[in-house]
C-alpha cells in the first residue's frame, strides 16, 4: 500500500487474470496450512455432492422418459443395464421417485455440512487474519499513519478482508463445484449424443459468455449513473450546509443553475443505461433462448428419428441447463476470485510491510529514565518531505527532573521535537541520548511505558472516565484512579455526574469541556507515574476558572519530572525552570524568563508582540 494507492477503498482489481496470478494464493498457505485437513474433507464433500446432483438430474430424465414411455422399455440401451440400479427398478415411476428422495436427502446433509465445516474453518482463519492484520496495522512506525488517513486503513482492511472470506468460504466451493457440473455434465452429455452436445457447446457457452461481458457493459453504466447521482447529491448538500452563503449573496439562482445540469448528465447517463439493458433483453431473448430452442429442437428430431432415448432426451434438456448454469456461474466466479486474489496481495503487503515493534506478546524491558535527556546535533526531515529539513543538528538538554519549555512560531520543529522524544520518528543524523545511551538501543514499549505525552487535542475513548484514567496504567485500583483524579483536579467534576467514574465519555457518552478532557488527560498522565513527561499545551483558550483547574493539575503532574513542554501559555512558560526558543529548526535562545527578557531578542519580542495567550 503506497500512499498513491490509498484514495481507493475498494479492492483493486487485476485487470487480466493468469492463472500465474493463482499463485497469489500461496501466500496465504501460514493461514491455510492449519486446516489442510479440513480443506481436503471439505473438497471431498463438494465433489460427493456435486456428482450427486448430476445423478439427481440424471434421475429426473429417467422420469420424464418413464412417464413419455408409459412404464416400457426404451428402445435404446440405457447407461442403467436393463433399467435396473443396485437392484432398484428404473422403469418404474415410483422407485426413481424414492431414489430420488434418499439422494436428495443425502445431499441435503451433505450441504449442510459442507456449509457449516467451510464456515468453520474460514471464520478461525479470518479470526487470525484479522488479529495479525490489526497487529500490524498498530505497531506501524508514525509515517504509515502520515501517508495515509484513518478512515482509507480501515475500509481498505475491512473490505480487503472480506473479499478473502468470501473467497474461502464460497468462491472456491464454488469453483470446485461449478468445475466438476461443467466437466461431468458435459462428458454425460457426450455419452447420449455426440452430436447434440457439440451443438449445444457450439452456441451456449459463446451466448451466454457475450451476456456476461454485455452485462459488465450495463453494470459500468448504471455506475456511472450512481456516481452523477452522488455528485449531484453532493451539491444539495453543499449548498443545505452554506445556506447562509448562498442567501446572503443571492445565488440561488446560480445553485439551482448548477443543480439542474448535474441532473441532466444524470438523465442522460440513465438513459444510456436504459439503451443497454433494453439491447441486453432483446439479446437474451433472441439469441440465448434462441440457442436453447435449437438445442431442443435438434433433440426432439433425433427422438423421433430414434435416435435419441427419451430418458436421454430430457436428462439432455435439464443438464444442459445445469451445465449453463456452470458456465455463467464460473465466469462470474473469475471475478470474484480476481478480487479475493487482489485482496490478499494488498493485506500481504501490508503484514509484510516493515514495523517499528515486533513480538507484542513479549515482556517489555523496565528502564529508569530519570536521567539527563540530551539531544545531539539532531538533524531531522519528514521522509514525505525530503527537501525540507526541519531540525538543523539541534543539540538541547533537558536535565533529571528539569521542567524546559519549548517556545516558538508555529511550524518551528516544536511538535517534531516532540515526536522524536517519543520515537515516533528517528534522527536523520546525530542522536537522543538518556545518561548518555542512545535511546535507540532500548526497546521501544519499554521506552515509551516511561513517558507519557498529554497532546493538544485530548481524544477520549468512547469509554467511562474511570476506563479512560486507566489507559496510563492498565492494572491500575479503584483507589489509583481516584487518587490520579484528585491530584488532577477532575475529582470534583467527576463527582458532580450522577454515575461518577462510570459516567460514558467521547462519541457515546457525553461530551466533556475542553478542561474536563485536558484534566483526564493529566490523571491518565499521573496515574502512569512516568520518569519523561512530554505536554503539548492546548492552544485553545479556556475559560478563566478551567483555565486555574488546568494550571494547578499541570504543575502536580511535572512535579520531580524531566518535562518538555510545548508551551504556549505565558504562566506555564514563566514557571518552566528553562526557556527554549526554538525558530526554524534551531534553538536560538536558551534561559530563564526573567534572563531572557534582560536580552531583549526574539523571547522578548515574541513576549512583546503578544505572541502567547497573556494570562
Ligand atoms: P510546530 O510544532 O513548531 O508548529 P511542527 O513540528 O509541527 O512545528 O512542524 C515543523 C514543520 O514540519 C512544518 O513545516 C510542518 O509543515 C512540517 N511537518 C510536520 N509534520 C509533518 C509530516 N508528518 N510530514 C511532513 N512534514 C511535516
Known amino acids: 500500500m503506497k500512499s498513491e494507492n490509498t484514495k481507493e477503498t ?46 439427481v438430474t440424471r434421475l429426473w430424465g429417467q422420469l420424464g422418459g418413464v412417464g413419455i414411455m408409459g412404464g416400457a422399455k426404451s428402445n435404446i440401451e440405457t447407461e ?22 434418499i439422494v436428495l436427502v443425502i445431499q441435503a446433509s451433505l450441504s449442510f455440512l459442507r456449509v457449516y465445516h467451510f464456515a468453520n474453518m474460514t471464520e ?32 481498505r482492511i475491512s473490505a480487503d478482508i472480506t473479499s478473502i472470506q468470501d473467497t474461502f468460504t464460497i468462491t472456491l466451493a464454488e469453483l470446485i463445484r461449478q468445475t466438476i457440473i461443467l466437466l461431468g455434465g458435459v462428458a454425460a452429455l457426450s455419452y447420449f449424443s455426440v452430436d447434440l452436445t457439440l451443438m449445444m457447446l457450439g452456441t451456449l457457452p459463446v451466448v451466454i459468455l457475450v451476456a456476461i461481458v454485455f452485462g459488465k457493459f450495463i453494470k459500468r453504466r448504471s455506475k456511472e449513473t450512481q456516481d452523477e447521482i452522488a455528485s449531484s447529491n453532493v ?47 432483446s439479446f ?27 430418458e436421454h432426451f430430457f436428462t439432455f434438456l435439464l443438464m444442459t441447463g445445469l451445465v449453463a448454469g456452470s458456465v455463467g456461474g464460473l465466469a462470474s466466479l473469475f471475478g470474484v476470485v480476481q478480487k479475493g486474489l487482489g485482496a490478499i496481495d494488498s493485506l500481504m503487503e501490508l503484514l509484510k510491510e516493515k514495523r517499528e515493534l515486533e513480538g507484542l506478546e513479549e515482556e517489555v524491558s523496565k528502564y529508569d529514565l530519570r536521567k539527563s535527556i540530551k539531544f545531539e546535533k539532531v538533524k531531522f526531515f519528514y521522509n514525505s518531505r525530503k527537501d525540507l529539513t526541519i531540525l538543523h543538528d539541534l543539540s538541547l538538554e533537558i536535565k533529571a527532573g528539569e521542567q524546559v519549555a519549548l517556545v516558538g512560531p508555529s511550524g518551528a520543529g516544536k511538535s517534531t521535537v516532540a515526536s522524536l522524544m517519543l520515537r515516533f520518528e528517528q534522527p536523520v543524523s546525530g542522536r537522543i541520548t538518556i545518561d548518555g545511551e542512545d535511546v535507540k538501543s532500548m526497546e521501544l514499549r519499554g521506552f515509551r511505558k516511561r513517558i507519557a505525552y498529554v497532546p493538544q487535542e485530548v481524544i477520549l475513548f468512547g469509554d467511562d472516565i474511570r476506563g479512560n484514567i486507566a489507559y496510563g496504567k492498565l492494572d491500575a485500583t479503584d483507589e489509583e484512579i481516584k487518587e490520579a483524579a484528585k491530584r488532577a483536579h477532575a475529582l470534583e467534576f467527576i463527582d458532580s455526574f450522577p454515575e461518577g467514574f462510570q459516567t460514558l465519555v467521547g462519541e457515546r457518552g457525553i461530551q466533556l469541556s475542553g478542561g474536563q478532557r485536558q484534566r483526564i488527560a493529566i490523571a491518565r498522565a499521573i496515574l502512569r507515574d512516568p520518569d519523561i513527561l512530554i505536554l503539548d499545551e492546548a492552544t485553545s483558550a479556556l475559560d478563566s476558572v478551567s483555565e486555574k483547574e488546568v494550571q494547578a493539575a499541570l504543575e502536580e503532574l511535572m512535579k ?25 529548526g534551531e534553538i536560538v535562545e536558551n534561559g530563564t524568563h526573567v534572563a531572557l527578557m534582560k536580552t531583549e531578542g526574539a523571547y522578548f519580542r515574541h513576549v512583546k508582540s503578544q505572541d502567547f495567550d497573556l494570562q
Do not use: C
Open 80 to 101: 442403467f443395464e436393463g433399467g435396473v440400479l443396485g437392484g432398484l427398478d428404473l422403469h418404474n415411476l415410483e422407485s426413481i421417485g424414492w431414489t430420488i428422495a
Open 235 to 281: 451539491i444539495v448538500q453543499e449548498v443545505l450546509t452554506g445556506i447562509v452563503n448562498v442567501k446572503a449573496f443571492a445565488n440561488e439562482w446560480y445553485e439551482r443553475n448548477r443543480y439542474t445540469g448535474s441532473i441532466k448528465t444524470v438523465r442522460q447517463l440513465a438513459m444510456k443505461g436504459a439503451m443497454g439493458r433494453g439491447a441486453f433483453a
Open 10 to 55: 475498494e479492492v483493486p482489481k487485476k485487470n487480466r487474470f493468469r492463472i500465474a496470478d493463482l499463485r497469489g494464493f500461496k501466500q496465504m498457505w501460514p493461514y491455510l496450512r492449519p486446516h489442510k485437513f479440513g480443506f481436503a474433507f471439505g473438497i471431498i464433500l463438494i465433489s460427493i455432492s456435486s456428482i450427486l446432483t448430476l445423478f
Open 560 to 584: 520531580d519530572r524531566s518535562t518538555l513542554v510545548i508551551a504556549h501559555r505565558l504562566s506555564t512558560i514563566k514557571n518552566a525552570d528553562r526557556i527554549l526558543v526554538l525558530i526554524d
Open 124 to 155: 478461525k482463519m479470518m479470526l487470525t487474519m484479522r488479529r495479525d492484520t490489526f497487529e500490524a496495522v498498530i505497531s506501524m512506525p508514525m509515517d504509515f499513519y502520515h501517508d495515509r488517513r484513518v478512515g482509507d486503513i480501515n475500509s
Open 284 to 310: 437474451i431473448i433472441l439469441f440465448i433462448f434462441g440457442a436453447i430452442t435449437l438445442v431442443i429442437f435438434k433433440g426432439a428430431a433425433l427422438m423421433q428419428s430414434g435416435d435419441l432415448a427419451s
